[in-house]
């Protein structure tokens, strides 16, 4: 297992997804997480898919965080080839504005979870914290900096008039 490499591998079905995933990377680096990012498709890539995901517990990673939209077999297909765990991120679409995306990866029939978050952009973030949340149970810096990000987020309160 590395001792360097990432500890949060982030994968995307499209360049089209990082608008909205780079609100996932901003979160881990905001919590010091290293992280790695790449669009790569289950259904235009999936050799490369397979390669990736079978390889990411042996480069150390911890969390994997998938997001697709449409048909969004990605998290599925991955959580299928690893048992790391696999949160899955539903991108908005024009058609169906999302409903789409989020129930192929909540769907998931018994047996190969995907831990399926909000659609869009608080989904995004949102993974990156539940996969903080995994990684600090056995990483007391990263749990310190967690807890310190959820006080902040505690204290800040909007004054309205
Ligand atoms: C999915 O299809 C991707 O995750 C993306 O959300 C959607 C559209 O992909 P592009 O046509 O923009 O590449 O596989």
């Known amino acids: 297992m590395s001792e360097s490499g990432p500890l949060v591998g982030i994968v995307m079905g499209s360049k ?3 608008e909205v995933m780079k609100n996932a990377t901003a979160m ?3 919590l010091g997480i290293s992280h790695e990012a790449k669009a790569l498709s289950a259904h235009r890539n999936p050799e490369q898919v397979h390669e990736w995901a079978s390889s990411a517990e042996e480069r150390g990673i911890q969390v994997i ?14 959580a299928a080839i690893t048992s ?5 991120c539903p991108m908005e679409t024009r058609v169906m504005g999302g409903m789409d995306s989020l129930l192929s990866m909540a769907q998931m029939p018994g047996g190969i979870p995907v831990g399926t978050l909000a659609v869009g952009k608080a989904g995004a973030k949102n993974a990156a ?10 990483d007391d810096e990263i749990r310190t900096r967690l807890k310190a990000f959820r006080q902040a987020q505690n204290e800040t309160v909007a004054e309205l008039d």
């Open 65 to 78: 965080i998938a997001a697709a939209g449409m048909a969004a077999a990605l998290p599925g297909v991955v």
């Open 16 to 18: 089209s997804d990082w």
């Open 129 to 138: 914290l539940l996969a903080a949340a995994i990684i600090a149970l056995s």
């Open 84 to 88: 790391l765990p696999v949160l899955g």
């Open 28 to 30: 881990l680096d905001e």
